[in-house]
Each structure stands twice: as structure tokens, then as C-alpha cells.
């Protein structure tokens, strides 16, 4: 089974940083989906014990 944390956090924290902007320039929409890979963090070898960013 693959640990699909690494993947939700960065969909969070991608989406606090592209929110903003993308509202500023398409107020109109509501939503946006940003999707990783649930397997992101074994194939990058990135565990839920590591504080690493999608920016790494």
C-alpha cells in the first residue's frame, strides 16, 4: 500500500501559494484541483517522518 500523506501535503501546500494568484486573475472560478501522484513519495524517496517541500 502507498503512503499517499507526502502527496496531500503537498497538494495543500501548493494550493496555499497558487490560490491567491490564480483567484487575483480568474475571480470567476471557485475551484482548483491540484493533484500529485499518490506513489510521489516513494518514488522520490520521501517519507511522513521528513518535512520536505514539493519546492524540493
Sequence with gaps: MEDSYIAAK??????KEV???LKSQFP???DIWIHYDKRVGAE??????QDASYKD
Aim: proline fraction near 6%; aromatic fraction near 16%; glycine fraction near 6%.
Design 10 to 15: 503537498w497538494e495543500n501546500e501548493l494550493e
Design 19 to 21: 490560490k491567491p494568484l
Design 28 to 30: 470567476y472560478y471557485e
Design 44 to 49: 522520490l524517496d520521501v517519507g511522513a517522518d
